[in-house]
């Protein structure tokens, strides 16, 4: 069975600071994905890591991919409020089945990210 | 573009009645997911089409479950004799192609139920 597990699942820091949001997965997956939730709305993509050593950056968001340690990381740069959100991390694995496709998302509980001025 | 959406919004249930949710997928999404997301918790996979084909329904939580997508576009998630733990947001997603490996998932707004 896969489990995603993500830390810490509550975080409050201040604008300017710098912080990392971890996630780890079970067993061997096709590909992680970084989602962001605002509350009370849907989620919203934000990457799709492929392969060992993957990195992809967006504004002040950074993820990579460990897929030999089973771990991708969400670095957070200058922290600003309107990055405070609910971030989750999931994994598929790509299956026959699915003619190749993905077989549904297995999700981390989340991190609820809260930057305070 | 127009995204996925889905409605109602917000439905609210006694316990015992049926419910049906409906998802709009991306034109021309070939794949279409439903998850429900429970308060605080991260969402969880129910079932899998690809076109009309329902391909993996193994997280439906019980038999009063059902998700259907006839004609390989719209889909309802309908659900039987509600129970109060049946409350949740249901979220469905799209996909165009499954095998395309930087694909992702495009969520819609969710179903938020309340079942008293």
């Known amino acids: 069975e896969l489990k995603v597990e993500q830390n810490p699942l509550f975080l409050s820091m201040q604008e300017g600071k710098n912080y990392t949001i971890y996630c780890n997965y079970s067993?061997?997956?096709?590909?992680l994905y970084w989602y962001r939730q605002d509350p009370g709305k849907s989620l919203e993509s934000l990457f799709v890591?492929?392969?060992?050593?993957a990195v992809k950056q967006e504004g002040r968001l950074m993820a990579s991919l460990d897929t030999k340690a089973r771990l991708s990381t969400l670095h957070i740069t200058a922290a600003v409020h309107d990055l405070s959100a609910t971030y989750f991390c999931?994994?598929?694995?790509?299956?026959?089945?699915?003619?190749?496709?993905?077989?549904?998302?297995?999700f981390g509980k989340g991190t609820h990210l809260i930057i305070q001025p | 573009g127009a995204g996925v959406s889905q409605s109602p919004r917000y439905k609210v249930a006694k316990r015992g009645q049926d419910v049906a949710l409906r998802c709009d997928p991306i034109?021309?999404?070939?794949?279409l997911f439903w998850y429900q997301q429970a308060l605080g918790q991260g969402p969880e996979f129910l079932t899998y089409?690809?076109?009309?084909?329902?391909?993996?329904k193994s997280g439906l939580p019980s038999d009063r479950f059902f998700a259907e997508r006839p004609e390989g576009s719209v889909s309802t998630l309908k659900i039987q004799r509600t129970q109060q733990e049946d409350s949740a947001v249901y979220l469905c997603?799209?996909?165009?192609?499954?095998?395309?490996?930087?694909?992702?998932?495009?969520f819609g707004p969710g179903t938020r139920l309340l079942v008293l």
């Open positions: 890591l492929l392969s060992n050593g």
């Open positions: 997603a799209s996909s165009l192609k499954p095998s395309e490996a930087q694909e992702t998932q495009y």
């Open positions: 034109s021309g999404h070939v794949s």
């Open positions: 999931a994994v598929d694995i790509l299956s026959p089945v699915a003619g190749g496709g993905a077989d549904g998302l297995t």
């Open positions: 089409f690809q076109n009309e084909a329902q391909l993996d």
């Open positions: 067993t061997t997956s096709d590909r």
